[in-house]
């Protein structure tokens, strides 16, 4: 790939350190004097993209062990890399009077996104949707009303906002953060109202679980008929409870969501 087909891609504060290293073997081996290093140095922790990278160390060996790779390779569709593209966000605000407002969806969160909610609500849902930057700000001002953000698991979540009369809620949750998602910060007003910041699978995800787990109760069931056939005890009461546990589970969240939907229509519809 020459320079003129390298795409505008972004470079992270791990890229500009290793060509920073780099830089400082080049000035060790006297392949570079001080004037050239503070200059070369002063470059890369200015270079935003791999095409402004690339030329600063093009002239130089690369360090002993992997070669430094200033071209991104392909990244899985739906990855954290692929959903952090840069740019513009699709909407910059949303408002609601007397009212409702949505985003959900494949939208692209904006560094800075507005929801204002005045005896109204709003849903900021960030399941599927791509970010502009690696740290996003999403500001809630909502008066006698209520805005709901919901992320997915594994988004750094930090809350800032100030309740009078009102609160700002996070639902406590134990998994990890994922290191490769954005970092969402939550902050604003709630006065007399209330903003909600909780996780939650996408959809796709969730029918995906729900897929394994009927898998997982068919392996079981037919394992029991082969037990059955071979003339063994057929009956596991630990699976058959697990089981239906499963199916009881399956069946309230289908009802949850089924409510929630209906809600949100009834809501968004006024």
Known sequence: ????????????????????????????????????????LDATYKARTYGELTPI????????????????????DGSWASRIT????????????????QRKGRWTVPKRFTGFAFWGGGEIDLREANF?????????????GGIEVIVPPGVEVV???????????????????????????????????????????????????????????LERKNARRELASSGHDPLDLHDVHRDAMDQVREAMEDRRE???????RR???D
Request: proline share 6%; net charge negative.
């Open 267 to 269: 809501r968004y519809e």
């Open 1 to 40: 790939m020459t320079d003129d087909e390298l795409p505008d891609l972004r470079a992270s504060d791990a890229d500009r350190e290793r060509v920073a290293e780099i830089l400082r073997d080049a000035l060790a081996e006297g392949r570079l004097d001080m004037e050239e290093f503070e200059e070369r």
């Open 159 to 217: 809350v800032r906002g100030l309740g009078i009369m009102g609160g700002f809620d996070e639902r406590a949750h134990e998994e990890p953060d994922d290191p490769r998602a954005p970092r969402v910060i939550v902050t604003g007003l709630a006065l007399m109202g209330g903003v909600e910041v909780y996780r939650k699978l996408p959809r796709a995800e969730r029918q995906r679980l729900k897929e394994e787990r009927r898998l997982e109760r």
């Open 86 to 101: 840069g740019g513009e966000g699709s909407s910059t605000w949303g408002a609601a009077v007397m009212a409702g407002f």
């Open 258 to 264: 089924l409510r929630q939907e209906r809600r949100d």
């Open 57 to 76: 160390t093009r002239d130089l060996p690369t360090a002993p062990g992997p070669a430094v790779n200033l071209f991104k390779e392909p990244v899985p």
């Open 132 to 144: 502009a930057d690696r740290e996003v700000v999403i500001n809630c001002v909502a008066i006698m």
